[in-house]
């Protein structure tokens, strides 16, 4: 059940990617608990992007052929990764967003 088709009458597509679009940016900002947050996240799971860069351009010189291919695809499968999370993040936001408004409509209709 999608509250978004429910409440269609209240808030259409436009108007939540306007809300979301002028939220975007403060939702990109980590504060500082943010930060210890994702510190204590990554701390099990140290590997990064530079990692992983350093490693495949310290294979031996006669793999060139092979670490351009690599380096290519890892690119693109990042460039994907992020497009799917920002899909994500938008569609959870909306939705919840959504859900948040279908909560108080319906407090409003049992008040009446």
């Known amino acids: 059940m999608n509250k978004k088709v429910e409440i269609t009458d209240f808030v259409d597509n436009s108007l939540l990617d306007t809300i979301y679009r002028e939220r975007e940016d403060s939702l990109y900002q980590h504060t500082e608990i943010d930060n210890e947050n994702i510190k204590e996240i990554t701390k099990n799971l140290p590997i990064t992007y530079e990692d992983l860069l350093i490693a495949i351009k310290n294979l031996p010189p006669h793999f060139n052929n092979t670490r351009e291919f690599i380096l290519e695809r890892l690119e693109g499968y990042m460039e994907r990764q992020n497009s799917l999370t920002a899909y994500d993040n ?23």
């Open 90 to 112: 938008e569609r959870f936001y909306k939705n919840g967003f959504c859900d948040g408004i279908q909560i108080i409509l319906e407090a409003l209709k049992n008040e009446k």
